[in-house]
Each structure stands twice: as C-alpha cells, then as structure tokens.
C-alpha cells in the first residue's frame, strides 16, 4: 500500500536521494547535509508543536510504499512564508510612456522586487520517483496537502501559493538568469539557487537592481521565458489550476516562473473534503478516495476504496487501511474522491 506520512530522521537517506534527483531548479532540496538534516529537524518539531496561528512552522510529507518500506516521494507545506527570512518575488507591472504632442503612446512591462507574499501558505517541496509515477499517485502527493489544510486551519493562511519551476536547460542555465547574471550578478544559476537554498538569501538584496526592471531591455531569450514553467512542471501547474490557483503576476527572481495562488475557501479538495466517523468492515466499491486521518504527529493518508453512508456521516474502511491510518472504529477521517 502506499501511504503519506510525516518525515522522520530516519528517512535522511531517502530524502538525500530525493534531493540528488530532483536537479537544479529544486530550490528547496538542496544537496547539503547539514541542511537536509535542519529540515527534517524542523517538520519533526512542527509536528509536535501546538499551534493556534500560522507561524514559522514547516511541514515535510513523505510518500512510502509499505511492502518495500521505500521512501518514492515528498511533498511539503510552509505554514507561513517570510516571517524569519524575506521572501522574494518580481512583480510584472506597466509603465506607460505617453506624449499628446507627438502622438506616442507606449506600453511597457517592468518587473518589481517585492516581499507581497510574507505570511502566506506555500505548498512546496514536490517530487515523486519515476517507478511511482502512476496509479494517480502524482495526484495524490499534491492534493492531500489540502485534505490537511482543511482539516488543521488554524496552522495556514487563508493565502496559499506554490512557486513553479521555470525554464532551464540539463545543465541548469536559465535563459532569465543569464541576463542578471552578466549584469548584476557574476554568480551562475547553479550557485545563485543553491545558496538560496541553503538560507544564504543576503545577497539578493544586495545585489539585486533596487529599481523596477524594464523588461524590453532584457535579452530576447529572457524576455521568452517570463512567467513560463519547465516542461516538467507542466502537469504540476495544470493540477493546481484545475484546484482555483491562478497566476496574479508574480514570477521567481532566478528563473522568472510563475507563481500561482489561491483562497483556501477557492481550492476544490479542500471545499470538496468532508469529514466522516469510521466503520471498519468490507468494501464492495471500486472507486478512489483519498483519505486522510484527523491527526498532526501521528497523521497518515492513502488512497482507498470506501463505502459512504452518507446519512449518517459514516465511512466503512478495511481492517488494512484502517490498520495504515492508525485509525480505530469510531475515529474520524477527512476524505476526498481522487
């Protein structure tokens, strides 16, 4: 069965591996030890922590499948963005250029650094193995963080955003990038998103052009790539635009993908997630749900055939997912069909 769970320290050699794997553009899995080792540090206490308000909470999710015992994938959800460290964004505006007595009138886009997201909700950290990638399991990673969110309110922003990788080559050159670089920067995209990753984010305020950008100055090849996601991420963004996000036109400072965002009271498996009182007993159904159990520390999701009474607010499970749950009769589950 594959099921979701917390990360815990043990899972550092999967979750490494993950990091090796996913490639430059991962800005949130760098391929640092110590790093990796704070991360898992900071979901496990997250977890554990009482929470009334979103704070600086951070949590790490991983996909396992119980009959190899194999780590295949992690998703995760910052409780609230900026709070510690700025975070940053372009925004895509327009200056206009106007002269009556000349009869000119000119449109131009421009790019602002800004910090318009801090204490928003970000869904981040997804990637699921090749041998996984079937049987709606990519589906399943990014959709029960909303079954979660839903379900845990108080510890998210009604705001929730997810930054979409943007274009770059094998060797992780971006087209954007490469302008700031010869301009501003003298770093390579490799090492602006690595240092980013590991929270040395000084320089970007340093560095960065203090006023909004032109963007017809830029190379043709950067102006291409605004506001564009890696082939790889297609499917990604169009998951998450089927739930309600939407693009509002802020894009990344190093690639210029786009990030989209949506009400939580707007996204679909959220609004759609009901809750429901256990009954373990046979299922005859052949449909799909994914259900999630009501706990913080110990919660665990799958995806499952169930039997609704709708009536009375009740869910019959089988004694083996129940078992993967760790839910007992009488116990609720959020659940959501998939």
Request: glycine letters at 6%; aromatic letters at 10%.
């Amino acid at each position: 069965m594959i099921i979701i769970r917390p990360i815990q320290a043990s899972d550092y050699d999967a979750l490494h591996q993950i990091a090796i794997e996913s490639g430059h553009g991962f800005t949130s899995l760098p391929v640092n030890e110590e790093l990796l080792t704070k991360r898992i540090n900071h979901s496990e206490a997250s977890f554990n922590k009482d929470v009334s308000q979103p704070g600086d909470e951070g949590y790490l999710f991983v996909m396992e499948d119980t009959e190899t015992g194999k780590v295949v994938g992690t998703s995760g959800i910052e409780a609230a963005v900026g709070l510690e460290d700025a975070f940053y964004h372009y925004h895509l505006g327009k200056v206009v250029h106007n002269s009556r007595e000349l009869g000119i009138y000119n449109t131009v886009e421009t790019l602002s650094l800004c910090n318009d997201y801090t204490g928003a909700t970000e869904i981040c950290t997804l990637f699921l193995g090749e041998s996984h990638r079937k049987n709606n399991n990519g589906r399943f990673l990014s959709r029960f963080r909303f079954v979660f969110i839903a379900e845990h309110a108080e510890r998210f922003s009604d705001t929730v955003i997810a930054e979409m990788r943007g274009v770059s080559d094998s060797d992780g050159r971006s087209p954007f990038w490469a302008w700031l670089e010869e301009h501003f920067f003298s770093m390579d995209f490799p090492t602006a998103d690595y240092l980013t990753g590991i929270g040395k984010k000084v320089f970007i305020a340093e560095l960065m052009p203090k006023y909004p950008i032109y963007v017809n100055l830029l190379s043709k090849d950067a102006q291409a790539v605004i506001n564009k996601v890696h082939d790889k991420t297609v499917p990604a963004l169009r998951l998450l635009e089927a739930e309600g996000f939407a693009r509002k036109g802020y894009v990344d400072i190093f690639d210029a993908g786009p990030t989209v965002e949506a009400n939580i009271k707007s996204i679909r498996t959220a609004v759609e997630s009901e809750r429901y009182q256990v009954i373990i007993g046979d299922v005859s159904e052949s449909n799909n749900y994914i259900v999630c159990n009501t706990k913080i520390k110990g919660f665990r999701a799958a995806q499952a055939s169930v039997s609704i009474r709708e009536t009375a607010k009740q869910v019959v499970l089988t004694q083996d997912v129940a078992d993967a749950l760790l839910v007992n009769e009488s116990d609720w589950v959020r659940i959501v069909a998939n």
